[in-house]
């Protein structure tokens, strides 16, 4: 039998903010275990938490981000459960009413563009970590995650294959980095995500029951994962046998998923407005001013730069890879309006210096803008010798002066005057006299000798359209 594959992805980020959801703790990856806690995060009796303005913003730009609706008014609620690395027995999180509602993310699939339907952004603190000591026999907590501010994005289940759940993730990951409220790291955790599966006849209307994966942490995992759902509940359909709803825990290393627990509802979590915290009143004018910041993003960017630039789309999808990058060449062209030129410049040039073996993920560009476009200038009206813009580029990236001043300190000038030039020329013409003959036979071949011999002599320094002008003169006497 042929099924319908039916995906709903819930996206955990960690935000970027200084310091914690409710608390003043630091908020920051490592750290010695249960450094970066206090009563607030540990939910010691008395202790009252304090919304963080710049986690409720970044949500609010995520929102944004992915065309959701902005609630003027935002509740937390308490998520009552227990598990060791959550000390309060609860999360605050939002249920009733999150920060943002009815946004999408678009995609793009092999039959062209989707929209994949978002129902809602909200903002919730993340739990602490079990850490599992087998050696010892024990199992120890850390808080220094919990209460790290966090928020979750939730899409309906639009999603039809593992590749469109990727490609979905992708748009996730690197506009919530272009907009700047979170590392994307998921190797740390920064980003995971919950799949739901499901199976129905294919055609059929009516959703089958659905298994969740919980806490994947790679886009490899994600797509291993739904295929061996999907073959596992196909196989199970197949036999006429029910999916039960359930949680199930993927093991990437091998490659399986085992059940975990029955699928819980939001009633189990018994969710009740936290009196401890204000509900959150957004005003519009509060959301126009984020809205007035908020960056190109990269899909939009993409589509300017082949659409309206008219650059490949290799080079489009090249330097939208970085904001950084991105905003550095969008500099360069208010300088020098000539995408191309510049794109590979960017591209073969800055690229290869702005990142370091040590830490390749960030990214330091150590030319500015004016002088980048200088070279290219230089480089393209034939003022510096061939080889001589990566020298020049590679010198000036290390150094405070200006690819002027360098390409006199490095004698890097092309020589295009023609008197300069005529000498040298002629000496070369006197000295191979055979040449001349191959030449004066029809062997015009003769000409790439004399040029190579001009070039030797001037070190490369001459101007190859000059020097074969004069050559074509002195042979045609
Ligand atoms: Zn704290």
Redesign the pocket.
């Known amino acids: 039998m042929k099924y319908d594959i039916v995906i709903g992805l819930e996206v955990h980020s960690e935000l970027k903010t200084q310091t914690?959801a409710f608390?003043s703790?630091k908020n920051e990856f490592g750290g010695q275990p249960n450094t970066h806690?206090?009563p607030?995060?540990l939910g010691l009796p008395g202790a009252l938490p304090t919304t963080n303005k710049t986690a409720l913003e970044y949500t609010i730009k995520a929102g944004l981000a992915f065309n959701c609706k902005i609630n003027n008014q935002a509740v937390f609620e308490r998520k009552n459960y227990f598990y060791p690395d959550l000390s309060k027995a609860y999360q605050i999180s939002q249920l009733e009413k999150p920060s943002c509602v009815n946004g999408y993310v678009t995609i793009d699939t092999l039959s062209g563009e989707k929209n994949i339907r978002i129902n809602n952004i909200h903002m919730e603190e993340d739990a602490g970590k079990n850490i599992h000591d087998d050696f010892a026999g024990v199992s120890l907590v850390d808080f220094n995650r919990c209460?790290v501010p966090l928020i979750e994005i939730v899409s309906e289940p639009d999603l039809s294959s593992a590749d469109e759940a990727v490609s979905y993730l992708e748009q996730i990951k690197e506009s919530l980095v272009y907009i700047g409220v979170t590392d994307g790291k998921m190797q740390e955790g920064s980003l995971r995500c919950d799949v739901n599966v499901s199976l129905k006849p294919e055609g059929s209307k009516i959703l089958g029951n659905r298994t969740e994966m919980k806490n994947l942490n790679s886009f490899k995992a994600v797509k291993r994962a739904i295929d061996y759902e999907v073959e596992r509940q196909a196989k199970i359909l197949d036999n006429d046998g029910r999916i039960t709803q359930e949680t199930r825990r993927w093991d990437d290393a091998k490659e399986e998923s085992t059940s975990m627990r029955g699928k819980e509802n939001s009633q189990d979590y018994r969710y009740f407005a936290d009196r401890d915290l204000m509900p959150i009143i957004v005003e519009d004018d509060y959301v126009l001013e984020i809205a007035k910041n908020m960056p190109m993003l990269p899909r939009a960017r993409r589509q300017y730069y082949i659409n309206k630039l008219s650059l490949p789309e290799y080079d489009a999808n090249v330097l939208t890879q970085d904001k950084i990058v991105s905003d550095y060449f969008d500099e360069c062209l208010k300088i020098l309006n000539e995408p191309k030129l510049v794109s590979n410049f960017v591209m073969s040039n800055v690229l290869r210096l702005s990142k370091s073996n040590l830490t390749p993920d960030i990214i330091e560009i150590r030319i500015t803008p004016e002088n980048l476009c200088d070279i290219i200038i230089m480089a393209n009206n034939n003022v510096i010798i061939s080889s001589g813009a990566k020298t020049l580029f590679e010198e000036c990236w290390n150094s405070s002066k200006t690819p002027k001043v360098l390409v006199k300190e490095l004698g890097l000038e092309q020589v295009s005057d023609e008197s300069e030039l005529l000498k040298t020329v002629t000496d070369i013409i006197e000295a191979n006299p055979q040449a001349v003959q191959d030449f004066k036979k029809g062997n015009k071949k003769a000409i790439t000798f004399f040029m190579g011999q001009v070039m030797k002599a001037t070190r490369g320094k001459a101007n190859p359209e000059v020097i074969k002008k004069i050559i074509n003169q002195q042979l045609n006497i």
């Open positions: 914690k608390c703790c806690c206090c607030i995060c209460g």
